[in-house]
């Protein structure tokens, strides 16, 4: 029978998108945690996924001898891997190569659910906050996916609210594109607003039942509101372009906010954390911090390091589910839409 440990370490692979991520973590402490960027994104505006599988294939490799060598640990006791949602591309290179690892080590293989690792990555050892107590909200916010999920325990999760379109982060990436900004929009979209004015200019907020969202009207107006003011001066981006995008980020973030206040006057959960990349952004962290100060909420807020996608969070999922002794069968497969049922 395996002998579980109370301190496993863990080599966790995460190629749900375009980044190829590796972490070693022993424990909750994060020994190593490399991610590779694939740059070839940024030229066409957004992640091409062919694109995406084939560079998950090139960095995988010295990726993960880098992890080691940075670890600086001699045995492995499980290989962990994202299952979904994501890429199916890029989801069977890392599957495929975390079970090969597995196979060739002889030890157990553990699989992971995106989300559900974004939550939990609350849960590694850091400096800037303690470790949420359950139960508590999350509000997960990603360039696929904007969710209220209540967590009642690291494997007893509830979908309060969820995007009935499209992600805020592809409404920020988006708005970035209009405005010839780069990619991913949303980071150059907090640059600019740094500097801007978040009353300039007023966009209508969606009128969307009960914890849901929708960001595919915010982009179509966004859009035409661009298109009228440059019918009328040419020069309007570059004259406006700070309190343009403080503008579209104040918008954003209050819709975001708005939602999880309703979520915590309905549930009566003050723990709220943030999780995945767009819970980076200066806006949304100062919008929350303001409110938790003055509605003594307990924020709970990640260093940006495992904000976006990255595989301390998918390390830390594992070692929960290795010391609770859940593990997979070598032919598991990764699946693009991953329901919470297969958590």
């Not at 499980?78 to 690892?101: D, E, Y």
């Not at 801007?196 to 969307?208: A, D, T």
């Not at 849901?212 to 001066?233: A, E, N, P, W």
């Not at 949304?284 to 969070?313: C, G, I, V």
């Amino acid at each position: 029978m395996l002998s579980l440990k109370k301190y496993p370490v863990i080599l966790a692979i995460e190629s749900s998108c375009d980044d190829t991520a590796v972490s070693i973590m022993k424990g909750d402490v994060v020994l190593s945690n490399i991610i590779g960027i694939q740059q070839v994104h940024n030229y066409y505006g957004g992640v091409v996924p062919e694109l995406a599988s084939r560079s998950h294939q090139k960095e995988i490799v010295p990726l993960i001898h880098q992890a080691i060598m940075l670890s600086n640990i001699n045995k492995i006791d499980a290989i962990a891997f994202t299952r979904g949602p994501g890429l199916i591309g890029s989801l069977l290179v890392g599957s495929s190569f975390a079970k090969s690892l597995a196979i060739a080590w002889d030890i157990p293989i553990i699989s992971v659910h995106h989300i559900q690792a974004h939550i939990l990555a609350h849960f590694i050892r850091n400096e800037l906050n303690s470790t949420p107590k359950f139960p508590f909200l999350c509000l997960t916010v990603s360039g696929g996916h904007t969710q209220i999920v209540q967590v009642d325990d690291y494997f007893k999760m509830t979908l309060l609210g969820k995007t009935i379109d499209d992600s805020v982060g592809e409404a920020f990436d988006k708005a970035a594109k209009i405005l010839g900004l780069g990619y991913p929009g949303g980071i150059w979209i907090d640059r600019y607003a740094q500097k801007g004015k978040y009353q300039k200019f007023l966009f209508s907020k969606p009128q969307i039942k009960n914890l849901d969202f929708s960001f595919s009207g915010f982009k179509t107006q966004f859009l035409y509101f661009i298109r009228k003011k440059l019918q009328y001066d040419s020069n309007f981006i570059r004259n406006n372009i700070h309190d343009i995008c403080a503008s579209v980020q104040s918008t954003l973030v209050n819709i975001l906010f708005d939602k999880v206040s309703q979520a915590i006057y309905k549930t009566g959960i003050f723990r709220i954390a943030l999780s995945g990349g767009v819970s980076a952004n200066s806006g949304l962290r100062r919008k929350f911090l303001q409110a938790s100060n003055e509605k003594n909420w307990k924020l709970h807020l990640l260093p940006l390091e495992y904000t976006t996608d990255n595989a301390a969070m998918i390390a830390m999922t594992a070692k929960i589910k290795y010391i609770k002794g859940i593990f997979d069968n070598i032919n598991i497969t990764p699946t693009a839409i991953c329901d919470w049922d297969n958590i």
